[in-house]
Nanobody, 121 residues
Framework: QVQLVESGGGLVQAGGSLRLSCAAS????????MGWYRQAPGKQRELVAT???????NYADSVKGRFTISRDSAKNTVYLQMTSLKPEDTAVYYC???????????????WGQGTQVTVSS
């Protein structure tokens, strides 16, 4: 019905950059907030950044000044530009979106399958 597909993860050295993308497809009436979360081994999933339909953004303190979230509403796509990467940024990064599949349907949260980001020291 609705799919979120992430891309752009990989292995990078500390100080390097990566850009993640997440495209939503399927039966989409509207998308509210889109965001990125991450989960490192042995840790809980945590918020990285979100962006609402008006373009307002929110960042975890640990990534402020290094990561930038943006979206292309025409393409139902959200991006995460990551710079000055640190080994502690290593995690599986998940895309999330609040989507309505019809005018009378409630908003539901959807998740992508995750993409691995590994930062070597």
């Amino acid at each position: 019905q609705v799919q979120l597909v992430e891309s752009g993860g990989g292995l990078v050295q500390a100080g390097g950059s990566l850009r993640l993308s997440c495209a939503a497809s399927g039966r989409i009436f509207s998308i509210n907030t889109m965001g990125w979360y991450r989960q490192a081994p042995g840790k809980q999933r945590e918020l990285v950044a979100t962006i609402d339909s008006g373009g307002d953004t929110n960042y975890a303190d640990s990534v402020k000044g290094r990561f930038t979230i943006s979206r292309d509403s025409a393409k139902n796509t959200v991006y995460l530009q990551m710079t000055s990467l640190k080994p502690e940024d290593t995690a599986v990064y998940y895309c999330n979106a609040e989507i309505r599949t019809g005018p009378l349907r409630p908003t539901q949260r959807y998740w992508g399958q995750g993409t691995q980001v590994t930062v070597s020291s």
